[in-house]
């Protein structure tokens, strides 16, 4: 399958600091891509939906101000944990999809933790 | 929205036995089912998926069916191995959406 990484794998930060978090698909293009948490044995739960080159759309619940993506190229997002909390402490996982297809690719996660 | 419901959520098995998880939607414009095995701490991997103009695919000792009428889709694992045992989703997209809408997860335990 196609790969997507992730960096960095995992972080530990003071609360109030942020957090950026990088996704990249390494051998396709995706227009879109995702950004799901993930609490322990509980299943992904999206957060918002990547478009390159225009605003990202945040699922409900999820503060846009708070949880900054960018998608500036087909292969890049980020997203940035802004002033992070202890609350915010879980596993990040990012998605891509192949633009010419219908799969679905993860990266291997960021595990963040915020103290 | 669609809605996406998985059982068992927990699932023990002998090796060697068979194991199935099922996924039931609700969108029947649905139009593709993949199919996700998360190891503790790793990333989900797609492992099967079938689009809706196909009844059953097969892969090795993984297959998935697809009853559209009734709106259900399994995975059927066969000959199960300690390997085996992880947690998988399931998953479902409309084809208007962007986005695949994910099961609650199934927690696969394969005993030697």
């Known amino acids: 399958g196609a790969v997507v990484s992730q960096h960095p794998s995992w972080v530990i930060c003071k609360s109030g600091t942020s957090v950026k978090i990088e996704c990249r698909s390494l051998?396709?293009?995706?227009?879109?891509m995702f950004w799901y948490r993930q609490f322990p044995k509980q299943s992904l739960m999206l957060m918002a939906t990547s478009n390159e080159g225009s605003k990202a759309t945040y699922e409900q619940g999820v503060e846009k101000d708070k949880f900054l993506i960018n998608h500036a190229s087909l292969t890049l997002s980020t997203l940035t944990v802004t002033s992070a909390h202890p609350e915010d402490s879980s596993f990040y996982i990012c998605?891509?999809?192949?633009?010419?297809?219908?799969?679905?690719?993860f990266g291997p996660g960021t595990r963040l933790t915020v103290l | 929205g669609e809605n996406v419901e998985q059982h068992p959520s927990t699932l023990s098995v002998q090796e060697g036995d068979s194991a199935v998880i099922k996924c039931t939607y609700s969108?029947?414009?649905?139009?593709?089912f993949p199919w996700y095995k998360q190891e503790l701490g790793k990333r989900p991997q797609l492992i099967i998926d079938?689009?809706?103009?196909?009844g059953e695919k097969k892969d090795q000792r993984i297959a998935v069916t697809l009853n559209k009428t009734a709106k259900h889709f399994s995975l059927h694992i066969t000959e199960t191995q300690p390997e085996d045992s992880a947690v998988y989703f399931c998953?479902?997209?409309?084809?208007?959406?962007?986005?695949?809408?994910f099961g609650e997860g199934t927690q696969l335990t394969v005993n030697p």
């Open positions: 998605s891509a999809r192949d633009s010419l297809k219908h799969e679905q690719f």
């Open positions: 079938i689009r809706s103009n196909v």
């Open positions: 998953a479902v997209l409309l084809p208007s959406g962007s986005r695949l809408t």
């Open positions: 969108d029947s414009a649905s139009n593709y």
């Open positions: 051998d396709f293009q995706a227009t879109t």
